[in-house]
């Protein structure tokens, strides 16, 4: 735990960001207890604690920039806990609802939020198209594009999507998707020092 730490503290250093030394051991317990689950319950394929911290903490807290802080915040396809655990974390005074269709997983984010002693977070063991009538969906490369429809149903109006994106859709993409179902959008990049430019797009709905 003490080198993803140490890791993850250096990256968030040079990155002009700050946790408190209870929120990096809070994220150290998360790591650890998800390489052991790992072992049996296929969490994630990367396991080394620098490249974790990274490509899954640091990503999300980057992210976390372009996110309201208002609203309860509904991670679909929670996963490991990336971003809506991680975010939890880095906002105590904002709370989380961890949405996670497979029982495994569920089980497991359970255990963290209990583990970590998190209040702020609660899990739902659901689909993402069992949920209507949100203020705030987030999620992490969890519905692959262009099947974006259970987000956007999801909401409610004025509802709000923040959505970590990779290498697709491209920005134009992105726009012209959202733009048909009716919704208003932005789109934000940011730079992580070993994996280069990432992007978050976030998308308002307007119309029914």
């Known amino acids: 735990m003490t080198s993803f730490i140490s890791a993850l503290s250096e990256q968030l250093h040079h990155q002009s960001a700050e ?27 990367i396991v080394d604690g620098r490249a974790a911290a990274e490509k899954h903490y640091l990503d999300c807290l980057k992210g976390l920039d372009w996110v309201p802080d208002s609203c309860v915040a509904h991670d ?22 961890l949405v996670e269709p497979a029982r495994k997983r569920a089980s497991f984010l359970e255990r963290a939020v209990k583990t970590i002693g998190l209040t702020n977070a609660a899990v739902a063991h659901c689909r993402a198209q069992e949920l209507t009538d ?43 998707g959202m733009g048909q179902k ?26 029914p």
Not at 20 to 41: A, R
């Open 19 to 45: 946790l408190t030394q209870d929120q990096l051991h809070q994220l150290g317990v998360h790591f650890e207890l998800m390489t052991k689950w790992n072992k049996t319950h296929n969490l994630t394929r």
């Open 182 to 207: 009716g919704l208003q959008t932005d789109w934000f990049s940011y730079e992580l020092p070993l994996s280069g430019l990432r992007h978050m797009g976030r998308a308002i709905k307007t119309q």
């Open 76 to 97: 679909f396809g929670s996963g490991a806990g990336f971003p809506g655990l991680v975010a939890a974390i880095a906002r105590p005074h904002q709370n989380f609802v």
């Open 134 to 176: 949100l203020e705030l969906v987030i999620s992490r490369g969890t519905f692959s594009w262009p099947n974006f429809e259970p987000l956007v149903d999801s909401l409610k109006i004025l509802g709000q999507l923040a959505l970590w994106l990779g290498h697709t859709p491209t920005e134009k993409e992105f726009h012209e």
